[in-house]
């Protein structure tokens, strides 16, 4: 490979026919990885062939092409739907194929599966509870009990009872990480605009992520309840975005309706039938293994991984082996949203599955494999493929430290923030001192996402998906999620006092973060049963989840990822009758945290010590 020096800036070459694959949205940073160049000095190129890029922003199929003959290599941009269709051919399963061969009388219809979607505050959960509640199958069936992530509501339309599926998670977010994954599971979206509010920025935000998927829109004109709520408006404000009403000639329905009092949710699920019925094919063959998406998953500790998945073509049954993302397994047993079992689900039927051996990602797809064999390889293939990417990624998220780097480099204009706190208010109070940080014009401050609580695996998908860092403010990322977060490179700070937040987040922008501490974890402990001693106080029998507890270490207890308390010391620990210095994981303690004696079942013991940072 030759050095030649372009503008001015020297990168690796190929000979004209180096093939270099890149994943469609790919940015510059991709490229430079695969080609062991330095980001900069691509942009470098490119700004010398006419073309303006920051280093990390995505580039179309055409700017790559150009690259990549001025550099000498041929650059093909893979779509995730292609990567999955070499993988499947690996194993011989070709999935378009059998689309193709499916005729007319192999389809059937199958419900529409919705996604709720608007500005926040403008309703959307309770407009999701309101529909929940108005199933006319709930009183037979219990009553929806459990959040699987997805429900299935039945309504009664034209004298055919007909189901509907929605999506349990509010917001374009999620919808849009999972079509980042290729997974395209949404039919139709209800755009919640409050009548007293009108369209609002996230509004926009929404409505031009579902127009960029192709995905049909019914506006929920809600809180018509509210004195001074104005439904016309929002049809008028909404003209301007190519939403126009029917009645005004338009062929989108707007439905007035009110999520608090439960108004017109009957014509707002007819509305989307319509819509589903005039602007879609909404068929699929159920007569197959199955084929669909994992929309949400966990680690449960009595079932293990549980994740809730939505058949989009075939019948999923109990006892198949499936493949989802990087988690494979056979299928042990099916809940469905009123936590009965079930023992088969069609297209469109969301289903809690048990049995996998991990736990696959919102946004994975899943397929029933012919053979156990299979599923397990192609899980094994998939996760091969994603540690690489992450390690590519690990390197390039962006953290506080090596902001001004990248500011000067031209990898970022914005600085983007996730807040997350353990109450409201400490949250907005944050923010607001947040945004009057005077940061000059050369970098933007954004609070992208902000919310109550412990730090989720939503949150650092969006920081991947923004590149933005996570602020935790009394609240903390717990076990998996933790683990994910670090894996991805996402860099999450943790602040108890909001002035230390605003002074480090401003000497990051101005980039003259000093070097610091920063706190290791030496290892976690949860709280099985709780002693009352009258000779040494409290004592917290409990068990070593990961690393070792050591005695006279500093330790952080959480509830439920809340912070409850910190700076506490392991005053004692004991094994069965003896004290000890250290307990390693997996051995069950008895701690005594001195003074401190809130503490419950289930909390956690986080031990850490402080060190110093080393600045590269
Ligand atoms: P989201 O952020 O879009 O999910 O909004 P929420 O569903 O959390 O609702 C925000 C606030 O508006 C809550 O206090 C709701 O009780 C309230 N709200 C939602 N729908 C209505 C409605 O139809 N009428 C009135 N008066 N309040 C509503």
Known sequence: MQAPTIGGVTVPRGNGSTVVRVRRGASLTDFADKIDANPASLVQVLIHLGEMATATQSLDEETFQLLGAELGYVVEVVSPEDEEKELFSAFNIDLEAELEEEGEEDLAARPPVVTVVGHVDHGKTRLLDAIRNADVAEG??????QHIGAYQVHTDHE????????????????????????????????LVVAADDGVMPQTIEALNHMQAADVPIVVAVNKIDVEGANPQKIRQQLTEYNLIAEEYGGDTMFVDVSAKQGQNIDALLEAVLLTADA????????????????????LDRGRGAVATVLVQSGTLRVGDGIVAGVAHGRVRAMLDEHGNNVHEAGPSRPVQVMGLAAVPRAGDTFIVAPDDR???????????????????????????????DALAAGKVETLNLILKGDVSGSVEALEDALMQIDVGDEVDLRIIDRGVGAITMNNINLAVASDAVIIGFNVRAEGQNAEYADKEGVEIRYYGVI?????????????????EYEEVELGTAEIR????????????????????????????????????????????????KDDVTEVREGFECGINLGSYNDLQDGDLIATYEMREKPRD
């Open 159 to 190: 004298g055919v009872d007909r189901p509907i599926t929605f999506i349990d998670t509010p917001g374009h977010e999620a919808f849009t990480a999972m079509r980042a994954r290729g997974a395209k599971v949404t039919d139709i979206a209800i």
């Open 499 to 515: 002035y230390q937040a605003i002074e480090e987040i401003e000497s990051a922008l101005k980039g003259m973060l000093k070097p």
């Open 279 to 298: 602007a879609l094919d909404l068929r699929a063959n159920p007569d197959k293994d199955a084929r669909g998406v994992a929309i949400e998953a966990n």
């Open 140 to 145: 037979e069936a219990g009553g929806i009990t």
């Open 529 to 576: 049963e709780i002693f009352r001693s009258s000779k040494f106080g409290n004592i917290a029998g409990s068990i070593v989840r990961s690393g070792e507890i050591k005695r006279g270490s500093k330790a952080r207890i959480t509830r439920d990822g809340v912070v409850v308390a910190e700076n506490v010391e392991i005053a004692g620990l004991r094994r069965f």
């Open 374 to 404: 299979t599923a397990r390889q192609i899980a094994e293939k998939r996760e091969a493929a994603d540690r690489q990417a992450s390690l590519a990624k690990a390197r390039k998220r962006i953290s506080l430290e090596d902001l001004n």
